[in-house]
């Protein structure tokens, strides 16, 4: 568990910048308990774009990874908003893993902070699962 939680991380930090240009970002709030992890995130298009990660969670499966797009809906202020569609998988624990969708609203720029965001939605892997997280983009 510690090898691949090491080798995800290594990963998003060091390869997601050379593939599609994407961003890593560092993540953490509630996800079925207190989480912390790595995500990266790059355009694929000029509204559409693509995003994935991998978090350590305190809730009764410690590992949560996502894949997912997201897609530009409207401007808020000065906050970019966007609809988050994805993948997400909880595993770990003495329970099997579940596998379900994610649904999120997405606020970029938060507070006119440019590289940080904030993230509000639900998981459906199993049970329906609230989700709110706060994530800093390295540059």
Do not use: H
């Amino acid at each position: 568990m510690k090898k691949l939680l090491s080798f995800w991380i290594s990963f998003v930090i060091l390869f997601s910048g050379s593939c599609f240009a994407m961003q890593p970002s560092v993540i953490g709030g509630v996800r079925d308990g207190l989480a912390i992890g790595f995500m990266a995130d790059g355009p694929l298009s000029n509204n559409i774009g693509i995003r994935f990660g991998l978090e350590a969670n305190s809730g009764k499966q410690p590992l949560v990874a996502f894949l997912g797009s997201k897609f530009y809906l409207a401007n808020v202020g000065r906050s970019l908003m966007s609809f988050g569609l994805g993948v997400v998988a909880y595993a770990g624990g003495s329970k099997n893993a579940e596998i379900g969708g994610a649904f999120s609203m997405i606020f970029n720029r938060v507070a006119n902070i440019v590289p940080l965001f904030f993230e509000i939605g639900v998981d459906v892997a199993g049970t329906s699962r609230a989700q709110a997280q706060l994530g800093f983009k390295i540059f």
